[in-house]
């Protein structure tokens, strides 16, 4: 009987041992996924920003051209 309640005890330790591991790497992914996510979105950003300078002087570019035409 007291050999039953030893391995019980073993198995219980076990069991809280790896649920803690379990939400360990859960947390550490979530801000690995996390950290990731923010630098996807400032690589979009700057490049969204590059993206909307171009177009804006390309635009300028146009019309300055036109302007010239016009005068």
């Known amino acids: 009987m007291r050999f039953l309640m030893v391995v019980v005890l073993c198995f219980g330790i076990a ?3 790896t649920a803690q591991g379990v939400k360990k790497d859960v947390a550490i992914g979530a801000e ?4 990731a ?5 400032e690589a979009v950003e700057s490049a969204l920003h590059k993206g909307g300078e171009v177009v804006g002087g ?6 300055e051209a036109v302007q010239k035409v016009v005068d």
């Open 32 to 35: 690995k996924t996390g950290e």
């Open 15 to 17: 069991a809280c041992n």
């Open 58 to 63: 390309a635009l300028k570019k146009g019309g």
């Open 37 to 41: 996510l923010q630098k996807g979105g």
